[in-house]
Structure formats: C-alpha cells, structure tokens
C-alpha cells in the first residue's frame, strides 16, 4: 500500500472507532452527541479521501469512468447523509455515513492495490 493508503486507512480506521465507542454508548469527553460524534467521523472521512486521492484531478478524470461514477455516487451519499445528521442530529443518517466511507475506503484501497500490481505486473 501506498502512504497515502496507509494515511487513509489510519483516518478511516479512528473514525470507526470513534463511532463504534459512540454506538456502543462509551463515549469520549465532547463526543456524547450525534453532531459532535458526526462531526468527527466526517472530517476524518474527508481528510481519509483527500489522502487517497490520486495526485491530479486531472488523472482522476482520465481513469475508470465506472469507478469515478461508483465512487461519486457513495460519496454524494455520504456528503448528505453527513449534512443531515448534523442538521438534525439523526442517528441514521450518521451510520448510513459511516457505511458509505468504509464502501469507499474499501473501493478506493482494493482500487489502488490493484493499480500498483498491473504497474509491477507491466515492467
């Protein structure tokens, strides 16, 4: 794996756990609601996909449309999901986040180590 794989997997990996001591009512000091607990997890979400992020948007647009719609589509679902939960403190909202940036982590790391074994692969 990359670093920034690596980087994303790390941010991606607290936010779980930062969510699972929420749901499982073990909060952190300042995490005890929704909002604050959401809060978390989407900034953690953001900076995991800004780190996995291939270097130019502009090799972003040349790769697989297929995976650029999949991905988006997750990612619109999260950004949604993430301002409804903060703007209602809904609790379903904040795991359908959850769900959506663990999908996208899963695609975007099996995505790159896939990448990376056809680079090896074509030399």
Do not use: Q
Request: hydrophobic content about 60%.
């Amino acid at each position: 794996m990359s670093k920034r794989d690596l980087t994303a997997t790390s941010l991606v990996g607290a936010a779980v756990v930062i969510y699972a001591l929420w749901f499982a009512d073990f909060t952190l000091p300042f995490l005890g609601d929704v909002r604050a607990t959401g809060a978390v997890v989407l900034t953690l979400g953001f900076l995991a996909s800004a780190a996995a992020v291939v270097p130019t948007f502009g090799e972003l647009l040349h790769g697989s449309s297929a995976y650029l719609a999949l991905t988006s589509t997750i990612g619109t679902v999260a950004a949604v999901a993430g301002v409804h939960m903060l703007v209602t403190s809904s609790t379903a909202s904040l795991g359908i986040l959850m769900a959506a940036m663990v999908v996208l982590w899963l695609l975007a790391t099996s995505h790159h180590v896939e990448l990376a074994h056809r680079h090896v692969m074509s030399i």
